[in-house]
């Protein structure tokens, strides 16, 4: 797990130099090397090093980068956190022997070892134990077809000096960040937006995303990001740079099938599914402990998480693996309704796994307040992220190098009580009664109607409901569009949360906040795609009875977890005191002392004054005001 960036510049516009000032601002995400690829005017490789790691050994003929001088066409820059053969042999970026590839690598390939016999087969011979080197052989052997053979998570890059190109492509789902710009100077990319000030991309806001974000508290959902020039591929996308021309192209080279169906398909019955889910979810653990440094899990206390613990013990019980594992929660203060530390001591207690607590407070919150909204790049929609950045530092702290995470779950498995909602559309469509309308009927109702009413009305029917809302002016809504309304049936909802409007910033956050302490963090529910297809093929109905969200996974993690958790119908999620958060934010020096946003934020999208005046009432959504709070902080972030 690392950092990438790099970049195509037919008119020489960067220079070795530029890469090295990306090399400082990423150091965050590979602490343990550093290398460098250029093509030199006249096309010739060099390999290239700082001195902060000294000359790679595998490279004798590597140049210190000092000494290239001329700006160069093409320019590759790997900072590696180490996982998988964590000696000098993983040193990227990594060529292969006639220099014609070079792979610019961020990610984990779990079928690494399979494939590599594959390829052995077909004659390849490998020099390292690497997942890396079967990455670049792979695309050696099969082109871009290679994509669909990987399990994992990635962003990449590989440099195609015969076909005179840079192909580039994430992963499935968009797990690990690939962030580009093309523009006069030529096109470049990064794993990180910041690291595009050493590029001299202009930071100025993009209207779109910063009005949705205000609006409605959507983040990630397209490949617009929140600087108008700063783009990333979204899951399942690859992307092509003409190395003569520095101009690209882009395509979706994977899309998720779901079953449309109603609870029906012949000859599967409830109990297949479930054999089914659980045969998966046991292979899915045994290729996510494959790992050279120690490995531990973070718990919420959820049925998500505590399915990751659960079989994780369960494998390691199964492959005699030695030494206790450790799992980590950010806790709430004792007596809060979103404290979840009792199911998780119970879930770690289960596991034998050792129990580390952090529990973040508002002071903490706001010592590290700057460092949270740079590490994201873009302000979160809740401060829920800053437990979770909290978490990090806890793991980093006891030198745990890898983590097991739940995100996608609920994406795939149908467990958030909206879902209910689709449900209701889907059954009363099938000319059958819903169980669950008594208990979601109103909300669905609501959330139908709410669908109805036009953009331009969005503004009025928010602030019928929050006052707070009296911040953002209507205009906004205006550019921000509309927010979306129900989906008519369960699966067409977890196809959008899983590729667009829920997952993506999940996803973010967690590659951030996990990198800001050189920690990988593997979220399998998002990663493994045999288990996902699989999910997708099944009714979306069938995830969900007697208004019990998750139920096919409740039932496939019942020899795993204590049934007190599965059994659980609350919804917490990475919970944060909000409110309290909130309050001593605004109380505070630094958020007094901020200088007015630039002129297209403060006149056109609301009225900064207010916050501080709307956040003493109790009855207001705090969330609604951090969102204007966040955004006045980041504000000043892309002004610097």
């Known amino acids: 797990m690392c950092g990438i960036a790099g970049f195509v510049s037919p008119s020489f516009s960067w220079n070795a130099e530029t890469l090295l000032r990306v090399s400082e601002t990423l150091a965050h995400r590979g602490p343990d090397d550093e290398g460098f690829f250029f093509l030199s005017q006249n096309r010739q490789p060099v390999h290239s090093f700082s001195g902060t790691f000294g000359k790679p050994l595998l490279l004798p003929e590597s140049k210190l980068i000092s000494e290239i001088a001329q700006p160069c066409s093409v320019g590759l820059l790997h900072r590696r956190l180490a996982i998988i053969a964590p000696e000098a042999e993983g040193h990227q970026p990594m060529a292969n022997p006639d220099q014609t590839l070079i792979l610019d690598y961020n990610g984990e390939v779990y079928n690494y070892l399979t494939l590599r016999k594959e390829l052995e087969e077909l004659g390849c011979v490998f020099?390292?134990?690497?997942?890396?080197?079967?990455?670049?052989?792979?695309?050696?052997?099969?082109?871009?077809?290679?994509?669909?053979?990987?399990?994992?998570?990635?962003?990449?890059?590989?440099?195609?000096?015969?076909?005179?190109?840079?192909?580039?492509?994430?992963?499935?789902?968009?797990?690990?960040?690939?962030?580009?710009?093309?523009?006069?100077?030529?096109?470049?990319?990064?794993?990180?937006?910041?690291?595009?000030?050493?590029?001299?991309?202009?930071?100025?806001?993009?209207?779109?995303?910063?009005?949705?974000?205000?609006?409605?508290?959507?983040?990630?959902?397209?490949?617009?990001?929140?600087?108008?020039?700063?783009?990333?591929?979204?899951?399942?996308?690859?992307?092509?740079?003409?190395?003569?021309?520095?101009?690209?192209?882009?395509?979706?080279?994977?899309?998720?099938?779901?079953?449309?169906?109603?609870?029906?398909?012949?000859?599967?019955?409830?109990?297949?599914?479930?054999?089914?889910?659980?045969?998966?979810?046991?292979?899915?653990?045994?290729?996510?402990?494959?790992?050279?440094?120690?490995?531990?899990?973070?718990?919420?206390?959820?049925?998500?998480?505590?399915?990751?613990?659960?079989?994780?013990?369960?494998?390691?019980?199964?492959?005699?693996?030695?030494?206790?594992?450790?799992?980590?929660?950010?806790?709430?203060?004792?007596?809060?309704?979103?404290?979840?530390?009792?199911?998780?001591?119970?879930?770690?207690?289960?596991?034998?796994?050792?129990?580390?607590?952090?529990?973040?407070?508002?002071?903490?919150?706001?010592?590290?307040?700057?460092?949270?909204?740079y590490t994201l790049d873009e302000p979160p929609p809740g401060l829920n992220a800053f437990s979770q950045y909290a978490v990090f530092q806890k793991v980093a702290s006891e030198g745990v190098r890898v983590t097991l995470d739940g995100q996608g779950a609920d994406e795939i498995f149908a467990g958030y009580p909206r879902h209910n909602q689709s449900l209701i559309l889907e059954t009363l469509s099938a000319n059958s009664f819903p169980s669950a309308i008594e208990e979601y009927g109103l909300e669905t109702l609501w959330s139908w109607i709410r669908s109805k009413i036009p953009s331009a009305k969005a503004h009025s029917l928010l602030l019928s409901k929050k006052p707070e809302y009296g911040i953002f002016r209507e205009e906004l809504f205006a550019l921000a569009g509309s927010k979306g309304g129900i989906f008519p049936s369960v699966n067409t909802a977890l196809e959008d949360e899983y590729t667009r409007s829920s997952l993506p910033f999940l996803l973010k956050a967690a590659d951030r906040n996990s990198m800001r302490w050189s920690i990988e963090s593997r979220m399998p529910f998002a990663d493994f795609h045999p288990l996902v297809e699989a999910v997708f093929a099944m009714p979306g109905s069938s995830k969900i009875q007697q208004g019990q969200t998750k139920y096919l996974l409740r039932k496939a993690a019942a020899p795993f977890v204590p049934s007190v958790i599965l059994q659980r119908r609350d919804k917490v999620g990475f919970a944060a005191p909000n409110r309290d958060w909130l309050s001593v934010l605004l109380k505070s020096d630094f958020v007094r002392d901020l200088p007015s946003m630039p002129d297209f934020l403060d006149e056109k999208m609301f009225e900064v004054h207010r916050l501080r005046f709307l956040a003493n009432p109790d009855a207001v959504d705090p969330l609604v005001l951090w969102r204007g709070l966040g955004l006045k902080v980041w504000g000043k972030g892309i002004l610097k």
């Not at 080279?253 to 599967?268: E, I, K, R």
């Open 127 to 373: 020099t390292t134990r690497t997942d890396t080197e079967v990455v670049l052989q792979a695309y050696k052997i099969w082109g871009e077809a290679f994509l669909e053979k990987l399990d994992g998570m990635w962003s990449m890059a590989i440099l195609d000096l015969e076909k005179n190109i840079l192909f580039a492509s994430t992963d499935r789902t968009g797990i690990k960040p690939f962030y580009y710009h093309s523009g006069p100077s030529g096109f470049c990319f990064a794993s990180e937006i910041k690291a595009f000030r050493c590029f001299g991309v202009d930071f100025t806001p993009n209207p779109a995303p910063v009005s949705r974000f205000l609006a409605y508290g959507q983040s990630d959902e397209t490949d617009e990001t929140m600087y108008r020039n700063i783009f990333r591929l979204q899951g399942g996308q690859s992307l092509t740079v003409d190395l003569r021309t520095g101009s690209f192209t882009r395509k979706q080279w994977h899309q998720w099938t779901v079953n449309s169906s109603f609870d029906y398909q012949p000859g599967v019955s409830e109990t297949e599914r479930i054999d089914t889910i659980r045969e998966l979810l046991l292979d899915m653990i045994r290729l996510r402990l494959q790992s050279d440094v120690p490995l531990g899990v973070c718990l919420s206390g959820g049925i998500d998480s505590s399915t990751m613990a659960g079989l994780t013990a369960f494998a390691d019980r199964r492959s005699h693996t030695t030494g206790i594992r450790k799992a980590f929660m950010a806790t709430m203060a004792p007596g809060s309704p979103q404290d979840e530390s009792g199911f998780a001591r119970m879930m770690a207690a289960k596991a034998g796994f050792d129990f580390y607590t952090t529990q973040p407070d508002g002071a903490d919150l706001l010592s590290a307040f700057q460092d949270l909204i």
